[in-house]
């Protein structure tokens, strides 16, 4: 049986990519490691904690002595653990800095020690900065705009640096924007789904046309998965939705499922170094195999009826003191 280690496996992210291996392959054992900070969750998995093929470990990637046996019992391990909001990396980039580089770091060096199968580093489309026209392609430059999508990219060549220099059989993956069940209620759609069920303003920055790549989570993970039993070390692949989609139409979707209306929407000034538009070329992915089998329309009214359904999830990490203290001080900002 392959056994993976996941870390950030109590994130958005990582929890569904858990949760789709265990509940579609018997070959595989998972390992989670996870901080559990602000965006870490066990109630992310609390469908799969009694799985014989699920453990978990709470360890920060940034610990070389947290990564090392963890890394060294497993065959694979794929690194979804990282800081990953833009807003966040503009308050605090150092967090950014020591998670997305250093975190990095430290589980390649262990990967180096023990000698792992594959490495799958997560990225994201972001690293490619602003696309004025057509679609990025794994060939393409980075050009990173923000803290965030910089760290990303450092933490990405760094891994790769690591496959040219040391052998460490490394696979990067770069993904659009995504959406789900489980995903942070500081990102756009839970936000903006919680914020009207309580009849709050929608904070739309700028004219809310900035266009991103929707891509479902699921799907997502499936990408990720292929990478993992595909991809070639070395090797980037870019898993993107092929949906481009500007925010405000997605804002209206959500107004229209929560049965509110337009008189929520507040326009706020922009955040700096706001990329304007995404958009990524999977073809290199698409030619391994890979298949989107989530259709956007009925996908985001799923996910937005998902946020509807499960408010104690989400009004738990909205209540706690870090999501205030964050919240508070991103409006008191743009008062």
């Excluded at 023990?114 to 602003?130: L, P």
Aim: net charge negative; proline share 4%; glycine share 8%.
């Amino acid at each position: 049986m392959k056994k993976l280690l996941v870390t950030g496996g109590a994130g958005f992210i990582g929890s569904n990519f858990v949760r789709h291996i265990l509940n579609t392959r018997d070959d595989c054992a998972v390992v989670v490691l996870d901080a559990l900070t602000y965006a870490g969750h066990l109630e992310n998995l609390e469908d799969v904690k009694d799985d014989p093929r699920f453990s978990f470990i709470k360890g920060d990637i940034r610990n070389s002595d947290d990564v090392s046996t963890p890394v060294a019992n497993a065959d694979i391990v794929i690194n979804f653990a990282a800081e990953s909001h833009v807003d966040r990396s503009i308050y605090d980039p150092e967090a950014f800095i020591t998670t997305d580089v250093m975190g990095v770091y430290a589980l390649m060096e262990a990967a180096r020690s023990h000698g792992i199968e594959k490495f799958i580093q997560i990225s994201t489309d972001e690293v490619y900065g602003d696309v004025e026209e057509g679609f990025s392609t794994e060939v393409d430059p980075v050009s990173p705009n923000s803290p965030y999508s910089a760290t990303k990219a450092g933490g990405e060549l760094l891994a790769r640096a690591y496959w040219r220099t040391y052998g460490v059989p490394v696979v990067v993956t770069r993904g659009s924007n995504t959406y789900g069940p489980y995903q942070q209620p500081e990102k756009l759609v839970p936000l903006f789904v919680s914020n009207a069920i309580d009849d709050k303003s929608l904070p739309v920055y700028g004219d809310g046309m900035q266009i991103r790549d929707w891509l479902h989570v699921i799907d997502h993970c499936t990408g990720v998965e292929l990478a993992m039993d595909k991809g070639e070390p070395g090797e980037i692949y870019n898993v993107g939705g092929d949906n481009q989609r500007p925010n405000i139409e997605i804002i209206k979707i959500i107004l229209e499922v929560t049965g509110k209306d337009d008189s929520l929407i507040k326009h706020v000034e922009d955040r700096p170094g706001h990329d304007r538009r995404y958009a990524l070329d999977s073809t290199k992915l698409l030619e391994l195999g890979w298949e989107r089998k989530h259709d956007f329309d009925i996908g985001m009214r799923d996910t937005i009826r998902w946020y509807m359904e499960n408010q104690d999830w989400w009004r738990s990490i909205k209540e706690s003191d870090e999501h205030r203290r964050f919240s508070d001080q991103w409006y008191a900002d743009r008062k």
